[in-house]
C-alpha cells in the first residue's frame, strides 16, 4: 500500500527549491530569509505535511518527553500531582507520557524499560506498595536518563526526591485526636518497605509518646490500605480487647472502608469511634460523616518536581544533586472526629 504522507521533497518540488531549505525553514533555521520561510510553511500546510517528530528526536538525541510512573491514577492526589506535572512540562516546551503501576513491581519494571526504550528525557516516579528494590530504576541513570522521586521514594545517593512531611502529618494527625479526648487509637499503616508509611506510623508513635499514652503493638494493622482492607481492619479492631476510641489511617480509602464498616455495626462516628484519613480525597468531603484528613499539596508536587527534573534534563545531568523538597501537609477538620 503506497504512503501518501507529504515529505520535505514535496515541498521542495513544488517550490522549485532545495530539500536542505526546506528543512532549514521548518527547524526555524536564520539562514533561510522570513520570506522563503513563510512560502515554506504555506506550502507545508496546504499540502498537509506534518514533521516525523521521531525521526528528528533521533537525529537530536532528545525527545522533549518525560515519562511519569504513579500507582494508580485514580486516586485524586495522584490527578492532582499529574496536573501540576503537566501545566509545569508544558511550560517548558515538554510532553508528558503517564504510566500506572497499579501497585505492582513486575509492571513497574516493564515501564521502566519501555521509557527507556523510547529515550524518555527523564523519569518521575511514585514507586509501588511492592518495591522493595530499585535496580530497574539505576538502569535509566546509568543509561543517561535522570529520574527524580515524588511522593512515595527511597533514599538513593545522589537521586532527588519531592516529598510531603509524613512524619508531621502522621504527628498531627494523632495529635488532634488525643486532643478531642481519645486515649486508645488504632493506626491502619501501610507496607513499612515505603517510608512514608513508616513515617506516618513514627508520627503517630510520637504524638503518643508525648501525651503519655501507652503503646499498644495490637492497635497498629498494616495492610494494603484498600477499602476492604480498612473494613477488615475495622473488624479487627472490634474483636481487641480493649475499647478503640479512635482510629488514625494511613490514607482515606482504608478510613472510608473502616467508616462504612462500623456505621455497618451501628457504632456512631464520632461519638464512638472518632477517624482521621490522610490525602483529603474528593469522597472524604461527601461520605457521611465527612471525613477529617491530612491535606496533601499534590499540584505544588507536581510542578515543584518537573521544575526540578527539567533544570537536570536540560543541563544534561544524568546525576540529580540529591536534593530532598519537603512540602508541608495540613489537618482539614470534618465530622468524623469532632
Known amino acids: 500500500m503506497k504512503n501518501n504522507r507529504a515529505t520535505i521533497h514535496d515541498i521542495a518540488k513544488a517550490l522549485n527549491i532545495d530539500s536542505s531549505t526546506v528543512s532549514r525553514a521548518l527547524n526555524n533555521s536564520p539562514r533561510v530569509s522570513k520570506k522563503t520561510k513563510q512560502r515554506i510553511l504555506d506550502k507545508a500546510k496546504e499540502i498537509g505535511y506534518q514533521r516525523n ?7 537530536m538525541q532528545k525527545s522533549n518527553s ?20 503537566e501545566e509545569q512540562a508544558y511550560e517548558s516546551g515538554y510532553n508528558v507520557i503517564i504510566c500506572q503501576s497499579l501497585e505492582q513491581l513486575a509492571r513497574e519494571q516493564n515501564i521502566t524499560e519501555t521509557l527507556l526504550s ?9 514507586v509501588s506498595m511492592e518495591t522493595e528494590n530499585y535496580e530497574h530504576l539505576l538502569r535509566l541513570q546509568k543509561n543517561g ?7 512515595r521514594h527511597y533514599e ?8 510531603i512531611d509524613d512524619y508531621k502529618g502522621g504527628f498531627d494527625a494523632t495529635e488532634h485526636l488525643i486532643l478531642k479526648g481519645c486515649k486508645t487509637i488504632a493506626h491502619l499503616s501501610g507496607p513499612q518497605v515505603l517510608k512514608i508509611y513508616k513515617n506516618r506510623l513514627r508520627g503517630y508513635l510520637d504524638a503518643l509518646k508525648k ?17 476492604q482492607d480498612g473494613a477488615d481492619s475495622a ?4 474483636s481487641l480487647d480493649v475499647e478503640v476510641d479512635a482510629i488514625f489511617a494511613a490514607n482515606d480509602i482504608s478510613a472510608i472502608g473502616a467508616i462504612k464498616y462500623l456505621k455497618k455495626k451501628s457504632i456512631n462516628i464520632p461519638k464512638d469511634v472518632k477517624i ?20 496533601q499539596p499534590g499540584f505544588e508536587m507536581g510542578k515543584k518536581a518537573t521544575e526540578m527534573l527539567i533544570e537536570k534534563t536540560m543541563n544534561k545531568t544524568s546525576v540529580l544533586d540529591n536534593e530532598t523538597v519537603v512540602l508541608r501537609p495540613t489537618l482539614i477538620e470534618r465530622a468524623s472526629s469532632e
Open 66 to 85: 518525560i515519562g511519569v510512573i504513579v500507582p494508580r491514577i485514580s486516586r485524586h492526589f495522584f490527578s492532582s500531582v499529574i496536573a501540576g506535572i
Open 276 to 295: 482521621v484519613g490522610f490525602s483529603n480525597e474528593p469522597i472524604s468531603q461527601v461520605i457521611e460523616p465527612s471525613l477529617t484528613t491530612i491535606n
Open 145 to 151: 536518563i535522570p529520574f527524580l522521586f515524588f511522593d
Open 118 to 126: 523510547n529515550r524518555v528525557d527523564g523519569v518521575l516516579i511514585s
Open 53 to 59: 517528530v521521531l525521526a528528528s528526536n533521533l537525529r
Open 156 to 163: 538513593i545517593e545522589g537521586i532527588s526526591s519531592v516529598i
Open 235 to 238: 473488624k479487627k479492631i472490634l
Open 211 to 227: 501525651h503519655n499514652i501507652k503503646f499498644k503493638p495490637e492497635l497498629v494493622i498494616y495492610s494494603r490500605l484498600m477499602e
